[in-house]
Every structure is written in C-alpha cells, then in structure tokens.
C-alpha cells in the first residue's frame, strides 16, 4: 500500500501522451490504453490526455465509444459511463487551432457523442513577445502552459526574460525535460534554474519528455532493441525538487543535487511526510506545491511509471 505522501506527490500527476516518440502509437490504440488506465488500479495517478489540436477531430471519432456519458451498455462505454468527462490538454500552434478546440468542446458537450472536454492547452511561442497576443485569444475556461523556448533560442540562454512575460498572467510554463536524443535532456542545474525562476515569476509549470522512470538514471532513448541510452531525470526528482523549490525556497544549485541524485533509497516516503537525505518535506507542504506549483508531466506511456514505482516498493 502506497504511502500518504506518495500519492500526494504522484496523485493526478501523468499526462497520458500516448501519440508522441517514442511510443508513437496511433489515435485509436492510444486512446483504449487512455481507457484501460482510467478504468485501472492506478487511475489515481492520471491525468489528461494530451492531442495535438489538429487531431481533435479524429480522437473524437477513435473515443467517443469509450468516452462516459454514452447509453451503450457493454464494452467500454459501460464502463464509462459512470466517469467523468475525459479531460484533454490541446497542443495549439497558431490561433486557428482555438477554433478546432471550440468545436470538439462542443461537440462532446453532449452525452450522446462521449463526453470529453479540452481545458488546458499547451502552446508553442517563438519569443515573449508573442505570449499576450496569445492570451488574448485564450478562453477564461482553459488553462495555457506555453512551452519555453530551446535555450539556443533564448538571449543568452536564460529563460527568466521569457518566463517573466508570464508572470501577472493566469498560466503556466512547460519545460522539456528529455527526448529521443541525448541532446534533449537539459543539465540539473538548468532544470533547477528554471524551477526557481517560475517560483520567483509566481507561476506553476508542467514538464514534458523523458521522464518515464521515477529515479535518475540510464535508460534507452526508444523502444527499439538497438536503442542507445543516457542519462534521464526522474520524475520523483522532478517534483521533489519543484516541492522543495516552492515550499523552501531552496536555490537552483541545491535543487540539481535533488534532480541529480540516483539512489531511490535516497528518497523516503511515509504517511507523514517525503525525506530526501535527511531533508523533510511534510504533507500539507506537498500538496500545495502539487496543488499551486509543480503540476504534472507528459509521459507517452502510463505503464512504465506505474511498474517503476512497483519495482521500488513504493506501490
């Protein structure tokens, strides 16, 4: 059995990415691994599904038989039936993507066509200087996570100028935490500057990209069986460190010793509180990190977190 403080740190904190690499899988298997998982042991630690606006259109027609709200009585319609609204994060590009998000919205308003609905969007800006126009176009009812630039693409490579054109707004940020190339994987200390400056702008992020297993460490990059590997963050590093970020006020040098440690004894869960190495996080601090800072996480597989997290005894 799971401790307290676990499923306060995990609980509602994977974005089902199925579609993305390295799973890659297409709509329709994507969305029944969706429905497995939301009708599954686990459910507890899912969150949205993630789609690209431009394919709204065709999760609709791929789910809509597994999405709740529907008068079928076998299959996965029943068991639906008795869920909530699937809940979807939008990939938005350009402005005309709003307008796909507000058709598929309305459409699967109604009972009859399997309920979902799309209240976050996750959206790519090529400078700070495009994030209020993009905010403007935003609906109230849906919460933006605009992803930060590559730092090749940032003055200087510092994302503070960019996250700074967030700050005042009622949004996120999203930082890219790996990929399929060694490249992708941004340093500790980057993660943990990043971190401290959303902290400082006083707005919450999500991560995205390799961040299937909980503990740092060495992992092929894909599926494939000649796939090279390297070194990953874990996601229980991630959001310790983000928890310690916000709650503490740690800096960025002592949030990349958390995101760079590879010992999952390391990291102590019980029904009190979260240690890592000595220092202690309790259960009201976890939750309202997780609940104002440290949100979530794109992962393309729902799976390999949950195994991981059964390998180490931690469910």
Not at 268 to 278: A, E, K, M, S, V
């Amino acid at each position: 059995m799971e401790s307290r403080s676990l499923r306060t740190l995990v609980g509602g904190l994977i974005d089902y990415a199925g579609l993305f690499p390295p799973a890659k899988l297409d709509m329709a298997p994507a969305a029944e691994a969706y429905a497995r998982a939301i009708r599954g042991e686990h459910e507890w630690l899912l969150s949205r599904f993630v789609c690209p606006a431009a394919r709204l259109a065709e999760l609709g027609t791929a789910a809509a038989s597994m999405m709740p709200g529907t008068n079928a009585t076998s299959g996965y319609r029943e068991q639906a039936s008795i869920g909530e609204p699937w809940r979807i994060s939008a990939l938005v590009d350009k402005p005309d993507d709003l307008e796909l998000i507000h058709r598929f919205n309305e459409a699967h308003a109604r009972e009859d066509a399997g309920q979902a609905v799309v209240d976050v969007v996750e959206v790519k800006v090529a400078k700070a200087d495009d994030v209020d126009p993009m905010l403007d176009q935003i609906p109230e009812d849906i919460f933006p996570f605009f992803e930060v630039p590559p730092a090749d693409q940032l003055p200087g490579g510092d994302p503070r100028g960019f996250l700074a054109a967030l700050a005042g707004n009622t949004c996120g940020a999203k930082i890219r935490t790996g990929g399929i190339a060694a490249t992708a994987f941004p340093t500790p200390l980057a993660v943990g500057e990043f971190m401290v400056a959303c902290r400082n702008c006083e707005i919450p992020f999500k991560a995205t990209a390799g961040l299937h297993h909980p503990v740092r460490g060495d992992f092929r990059l894909t599926y494939e069986k000649d796939s090279p590997s390297c070194t990953m963050h874990g996601f229980l590093n991630v959001f310790v460190a983000g928890c310690f970020v916000f709650c503490k006020g740690i800096r960025a040098e002592d949030a990349a010793q958390v995101l760079s440690d590879t010992d999952p004894k390391a990291f102590i869960c019980t029904d009190q509180g979260l240690t890592w190495r000595n220092h202690v996080l309790d259960i009201t601090e976890i939750a309202r990190a997780r609940e104002a800072f440290a949100l979530t996480f794109g992962s393309c597989s729902f799976d390999e977190p949950v195994e991981d997290l059964k390998r180490l005894g931690l469910l």
